[in-house]
């Protein structure tokens, strides 16, 4: 670790789902892959969470494309408040996907029921004009943007670099990076 006192990178996205096995099925029709699972009660992840009382159930899935883990976490034994999700609402967010083969992918998607806030637009301003984007709305909610382009937010070009670490296999079968196995105590 660095003694530099700066953030060097990104761990993991983490989404709070109702149903950790409907969220999971969502984001496997986007190419995400289980690689991990875990049931959490231990006092530091209470007091890390807010939580004295939390059963957390999570799940870890990552997409073979990018290097990014994605953290579904279902809390169980606590209040829940649902919240209007929407874009314009301040402690709401979305994330971005890029994509390859738009219209075959959203074809697919809209086959399978997912649901969306507008059908796909052509941006006519901005680092993506020209191109194709979507927001999808996940079980919970959540918007997920996707987006066909060749640029990046800032509008330089993307490049087709794939992740730094190896992916392998978990003891299921299912497609992760070697740092996260099954059991593991990460959290």
């Known amino acids: 670790m660095s003694s530099s006192g ?4 990104l761990s993991h996205v983490g989404i709070t789902v109702a149903d950790l096995g409907r969220s999971i099925r969502f ?3 986007l190419g995400f892959a289980e690689c991990a699972r875990w049931v959490r009660t231990e006092d530091y992840l209470r007091k890390l969470v807010g939580y004295p009382e939390v059963d957390l ?3 870890v ?3 073979e494309a990018f290097g990014v883990f994605l953290e579904l976490l279902e809390y169980r034994n606590v209040e829940q408040v649902e919240i209007d ?3 314009g609402n301040p ?3 979305h994330f971005c996907l890029f994509v390859e083969g738009f219209e075959e992918l959203w074809e697919r998607l809209r086959a399978s029921g ?3 806030v507008s059908e796909p637009v052509t941006p006519t301003v ?3 004009v020209g191109s194709l984007a979507v927001y999808l709305i996940d079980p919970d909610g959540h918007r997920v943007e996707l987006v066909e382009t060749p640029r990046n937010l800032d509008g330089t070009l993307r490049s087709a670099k794939r992740p730094a670490r190896p992916v392998s296999s978990s003891a299921s079968g299912a497609p992760c990076c070697a740092a996260v196995a099954e059991g593991s105590d990460a959290a």
């Open 114 to 116: 997912v649901r969306y």
């Open 126 to 128: 901005g680092p993506n």
């Open 85 to 87: 999700p929407r874009n």
């Open 91 to 93: 402690g709401t967010s």
């Open 57 to 59: 159930y999570a799940a």
């Open 6 to 9: 700066a953030v060097n990178g």
């Open 61 to 63: 899935l990552r997409h």
């Open 27 to 29: 984001y496997e029709l």
